[in-house]
Nanobody, 120 residues
Framework: VQLQASGGGTVQAGGSLRLSCAAS????????MAWFRQAPGKEREFVAA????????YYADSVKGRFTISRDNAKNTVYLPMNSLKPEDTAVYYC??????????????WGQGTKVTVSS
């Protein structure tokens, strides 16, 4: 299983970015997916997750209303458009894959991360 995250970069506060995660090596559409992030000096934290068909989504309180997780199973890709970015959103963002259709437990598969820097 390989998860390739992309779309990170440097943006000013209030700006937007869209992260993408391309999956290969398994039947992507059968499993839930998620995004996590790790800021410098902090532990990795949950950002958002989506069930296999996209019918259920979950967000950390800190990103609700600003980030939207979605997926395109035909393209084996999950997305995270991020709006109204804040300096505290600065982190390395990781794509993660579950072994269940629903968001249960912790992901088993992890991508390499894409860095997001938000300047004030």
């Amino acid at each position: 299983v390989q998860l390739q995250a992309s779309g990170g970069g440097t943006v000013q506060a209030g700006g937007s970015l869209r992260l993408s995660c391309a999956a290969s090596g398994r039947t992507f559409s059968r499993y839930a997916m998620a995004w996590f992030r790790q800021a410098p000096g902090k532990e990795r934290e949950f950002v958002a997750a989506i069930s296999w068909g996209g019918g259920s989504t979950y967000y950390a309180d800190s990103v609700k209303g600003r980030f939207t997780i979605s997926r395109d199973n035909a393209k084996n890709t999950v997305y995270l458009p991020m709006n109204s970015l804040k300096p505290e959103d600065t982190a390395v963002y990781y794509c993660a894959g579950y072994t269940t259709p629903s968001v249960i437990g912790v992901p088993r598969y992890w991508g390499q991360g894409t860095k997001v820097t938000v300047s004030s």
